[in-house]
């Protein structure tokens, strides 16, 4: 398999327990509800064939909650889909429960106080453009700036207004406790635009009791403009570049998606880069020219995953996306693995310096006697977490007696997580690894491989030894 991790959303096209092993199978390391689309009873539906096909599969694989956010969309229209043109006025009205294109409402009860007269207001990412001109206690009256098909319930972007909305809504809050109640993996925090709102969903997820891993969603201004502090507060990041190309000018998306890789590459957080990846698949058998660039410039970028939308929840080929991400994969990290030299050094936090390190020196004592697998302990994920943003040449095999840490380490560039009751001494880790990489065929009699252990096995922070090892015949029959 490639080393670049695929996030795959569940949806109609994958709904049952068949489809969703064709995915394991093919290679998707985490899958994704969407709490934005569908209901709570769905989501559960997804999740029971989930693990009916967890049961069957060979892999290890996560699951992923994506809150919903604070998103803003258009209320009710008849007839819908009508166009407005450039010029034309439009009236938006809170109190507005069935509206017409030139006049309708929005789910959003703070919208005619947050907005402005002079601010933007994007309908549909962008495809309407409209320009408060006049605003009251009960209403804004728009420009058309840009006009276009208005549809109901599409989704607006204020990329001048300061919405007082949470980034947590209600409706977030009931999602993260069926997250803790199903003991989801990740959750993704959507429109997030400072530390506090990773804190606030951090604290809840405490007080629950739940290791569930946060995900930040970077797509606003303001969360670009405090990505470094988010980055830091939450164990990853998603560059959303969909609102992101809305909110701020599209053309700087690339920049912050390759300073945003760049950053959490350096600090040894994984990021993982969303929206648009394989569009055209929604559709079409076949990816675009374009699409396979931007998803290997992606890779080249560091990014450790990339995500699937409608591609795989609602497309009409999602296991042909899946083996074109694996080609477009296995293919740009050969040409990395052969031409650059990738092994970053230590990180910021002083708290993890030793292990990055560690990691660091495994990944160059890897080229140094071409070894053929790198095998971690990383009972809680972090070692294998940082050997893997070091980009080392050849798979992670990081094996943990928790099966939440190996869950969540799917989501980690390069590393083929393994579930096992931890060994007592070194030596029986040793055995288990000698037997595991021999019955799952990642290395042969006389290969050599690297071990990254400590003592005690399993300990926090105890990462303190790089072992070459060399692996045995086969006892005979």
């Known amino acids: 398999m490639p080393k ?52 069957q599969a060979d892999r290890i694989v996560a699951l992923m909650g994506d809150l919903c956010g604070p998103k803003i969309r258009t209320g009710p229209m008849e007839p819908d889909a009508q166009t407005v043109e450039t010029g034309e006025l439009v009236i938006i009205e809170t109190a507005c429960d069935k509206g017409t294109v030139h006049h309708f409402g929005t789910n959003y009860e703070h919208f005619v106080t947050d907005v402005r007269v002079g601010h933007r207001v994007f309908i549909d990412d962008g495809k309407v453009l409209l320009k408060v001109v006049q605003q009251d206690d009960a209403k804004v009256v728009c420009e058309v700036l840009l006009g276009g098909v208005l549809k109901s319930r599409k989704g607006i972007n204020l990329p001048d207004t300061v919405v007082s909305a949470p980034s947590i809504t209600d409706y977030d809050w009931q999602c993260a406790q069926w997250a803790v109640a199903h003991e989801l993996d990740f959750l993704a925090l959507s429109f997030v635009r400072s530390v506090d709102d990773i804190t606030s969903l ?25 990505q470094k502090e988010i980055i830091l507060a939450s164990d990853a990041t998603l560059v959303a570049r969909g609102d992101l190309g809305v909110e701020m000018s599209l053309a700087s998306v690339p920049l912050m998606q390759k300073d945003i890789t760049q950053f959490c590459r350096h600090e040894g957080k994984p990021v993982i880069v969303a929206t648009h990846m394989l569009q055209s698949m929604i559709s079409s058998p076949t990816a675009t020219r374009a699409e396979v660039s931007d998803i290997a410039n992606a890779i080249m970028d560091y990014t ?83 050997l893997g943003k070091t980009r080392v040449d050849v798979p992670i095999l990081a094996m943990s007696s928790s099966l939440l840490s190996c869950r969540q380490m799917c989501l980690n560039y390069g590393v083929i997580p393994y579930y096992h009751v931890m060994p007592e001494t070194i030596e029986q880790f040793t055995q288990l690894v000698d037997r595991v990489v021999k019955d799952r065929g990642l290395a042969q009699a006389g290969d050599k491989i690297v071990l990254v252990t400590g003592q005690p096995l399993g300990g926090e922070g105890t990462t303190n030894a790089i072992v070459v090892y060399t692996v045995t015949p086969a006892p005979p029959d």
Not at 205 to 212: F, H, N
């Open 4 to 55: 670049t991790k695929i996030v795959a959303t569940l949806g109609p096209a994958c709904a049952d327990a068949v489809a969703i092993l064709s995915l394991i199978e093919r290679g998707v390391d985490v899958f994704r509800i969407n709490f934005s689309q569908g209901t709570l009873d769905q989501h559960l539906a997804y999740l029971h064939a989930l693990n009916q096909a967890r049961q």
């Open 202 to 226: 951090r604290q809840f997820l405490t007080k629950a009791g739940s290791e569930i891993k946060i995900v930040a969603k970077l797509e606003t201004p303001q969360a670009i403009e405090h």
């Open 304 to 386: 450790d995953a990339v995500l699937l939308s409608g591609e795989t929840a609602i497309g009409m080929y999602p296991d042909r996306t899946i083996d074109m991400i694996n080609d477009i994969a296995a293919v740009t990290e050969t040409y990395l693995d052969r031409t650059v030299n990738v092994h970053p050094h230590g990180v910021s936090d002083k708290a993890f310096t030793q292990t990055a390190i560690m990691a660091a020196c495994a990944g160059q004592i890897v080229d140094d006697i071409s070894a053929k697998l790198v095998v971690v302990w990383s009972q809680a994920g972090g070692t294998a977490q940082f």
